[in-house]
């Protein structure tokens, strides 16, 4: 059975930093690309980042470059996500998500298949 | 950035009834569209991919429909586990953008 579990989520002062982990089992975890996407509180849906299989290859929305670091280290079946610079907005439900092909490509930015269960983070003074 | 359009935003049906939500893009995305459906405190789970292709495990009585830039997500008869959000996203463009959401209520 495929499963991710999030943890490091948190509350979090405005300018501060937070690693997000997400474990997974049940699959070949280096076979896949990963994603994580965020939900504020009452909000849609919103891709943040992924990363290619072997994590050579990473993209960001727009509002997280340069900020935000997304990375994996297969050995441990771990996804992670380093979140600096946070602001209130970053606040967000943010779930790892498993797609069904290894890397993007140049007009395929995703199929996911598999989602954790989320874990909270709140930016706030 | 491509912009992706529910509708409606939110309905009243009942058990039994025949659901259609519709998920507009502002550009052609080609059949690169999933649907995804979100129940309250859990995360998504997936429906379809490809506009068309049910997800494995996913009843039948899900079907979707659609290319370029119009899709549909149709519910054949709706059962008292299917009462959540239903989103839409596209993932031909660079960001896979999310549509708004439909919420599906009794």
């Known amino acids: 059975e495929v499963q991710m579990l999030e943890s490091g989520g948190g509350l979090v002062q405005p300018g501060g930093s937070l690693r997000l982990s997400c474990a997974a089992s049940g699959f070949t975890f280096s076979g896949y690309a990963m994603s994580w996407v965020r939900q504020a509180p009452g909000k849609g849906l919103e891709w943040v980042s992924g990363?290619?299989?072997?994590?050579?290859?990473?993209y960001y929305t727009d509002s997280v470059r340069g900020r935000f670091t997304i990375s994996r280290d297969n050995s441990k079946n771990t996804l992670y996500l380093q979140m600096n610079s946070l602001r209130a907005e970053d606040t967000a439900i943010y779930f790892c998500?498993?797609?069904?092909?290894?890397?993007?490509?140049?007009?395929?930015?995703?199929?996911?298949?598999?989602w954790g269960q989320g874990a909270l983070v709140t930016v706030s003074s | 950035d491509i912009q992706m359009t529910q509708s409606p935003s939110s309905l009243s049906a009942s058990v039994g009834d025949r659901v259609t939500i519709t998920c507009r893009a502002s550009q052609d995305v080609s059949n690169y569209l999933a649907w995804f459906q979100q129940k309250p405190g859990k995360a998504p789970k997936s429906l379809i991919y490809?506009?068309?292709t049910l997800q494995s495990g996913v009843p039948s009585k899900f079907s979707g429909s659609g290319s370029g830039t119009e899709f549909t997500l149709t519910i054949s008869s709706l059962q008292p586990e299917d009462f959540a959000t239903y989103y839409c996203q596209q993932y031909r463009r660079y960001p896979p953008l999310f549509g708004g959401g439909t919420r599906v209520e009794i």
């Open positions: 998500a498993k797609d069904i092909n290894t890397d993007f490509w140049s007009g395929y930015y995703g199929v996911l298949d598999y």
């Open positions: 490809a506009a068309s």
């Open positions: 990363i290619s299989n072997s994590g050579v290859n990473t």
